[in-house]
């Protein structure tokens, strides 16, 4: 169900090469955009950031990436999103980039507006900071790549991955973060883009505010991505499949997370 006349939600679409999915001129999100790379082994794709710097979250498969004179090779290798950390390229903005396939592969192209130019850089596996969050119901794994450990390396883009275990919820308590309560809550946008464990699973990306402009329920499936604008939006995994989300934020007020969550419902931290 979609009570709002505005596309947030976005269906997978099996594309090779290079595939906008949320676009750059999107009539949702001012910061934001996500792409993705989907290449034979030895294809190539090359491509300019412009205005956005630019995370290549490598989701699965091996790829050689070279960046503004740096070059990296054998990057990645995982064979699911749900086994071991990501590997990331971050490339700045106003840069070019090409991706070389060391086997097939896939890769998130996550943007966000920038106007500072730093240096492009690799984010391995043992660089990613594992969080345990929540507590029954809503236990989940939270995997941060670009967080406080780049402080000073980035300009506005944060990221990462979550996994929910079957059945379990996550961005719960329900929170939001589009400024409505400034300072207390950052103004940041952010997107999602999903995967399921086994394919063929299904999880309820939720998404609502208080004054009911935004009341919307969405059956996620493998591949499908949401934006989001402002709203609360809890994630829900069915029974018996884990449900994976890339997520990543960017907007005004800074790199710092304050998740605002649901007076009504923050009870539950001590329950």
Not at 28 to 55: C, F, M, P
Not at 98 to 104: Q, Y
Not at 121 to 144: C, T
Request: charged fraction near 30%; hydrophobic fraction near 30%.
């Amino acid at each position: 169900m979609e009570g709002s006349a505005i596309k947030r939600f976005y269906r997978a679409a099996d594309k090779k090469g290079y595939q906008d999915i949320i676009g750059e001129n999107n009539d949702v999100l001012e910061h934001l955009a996500l792409g993705k790379i989907s290449l034979e082994n030895g294809e190539k794709y090359s491509s300019q950031t412009n205005d956005y710097e630019t995370a290549l979250v490598i989701l699965t498969g091996k790829a050689a990436v070279s960046a503004e004179g740096e070059k990296w090779e054998s990057l990645g290798g995982r064979s699911s999103v749900f086994e071991d950390k990501a590997t990331t390229v971050y490339v700045p903005c106003d840069s070019s980039f090409e991706v070389t396939a060391e086997s097939d592969v896939q890769i998130a192209v996550c943007k966000a507006k920038a106007d500072k130019k730093f240096a492009p850089f690799v984010i391995h596996p043992e660089d990613v900071i594992l969080h345990e969050r929540g507590e029954k119901s809503w236990q989940r794994d939270v995997k941060d790549i670009l967080a406080d450990n780049v402080e000073g390396r980035v300009q506005n883009i944060v990221l990462g991955e979550t996994i929910n275990k079957p059945g379990q919820w996550s961005g719960y308590p329900p929170h939001k973060h589009d400024g409505e309560f400034y300072p207390e809550e950052p103004e940041l946008e952010e997107i999602y883009h999903y995967q399921l464990n086994p394919e063929q699973g299904f999880g309820v990306q939720f998404h609502y505010t208080k004054d009911g402009e935004i009341d919307d329920a969405y059956r996620v499936q493998q591949g499908d991505s949401f934006a989001i604008d402002k709203g609360y939006h809890p994630v829900a995994g069915a029974g018996g499949y884990e449900i994976y989300y890339l997520w990543f934020m960017a907007g005004p007020t800074g790199r710092k997370l304050y998740p605002y969550e649901d007076p009504d419902h923050k009870w539950v931290h001590g329950s």
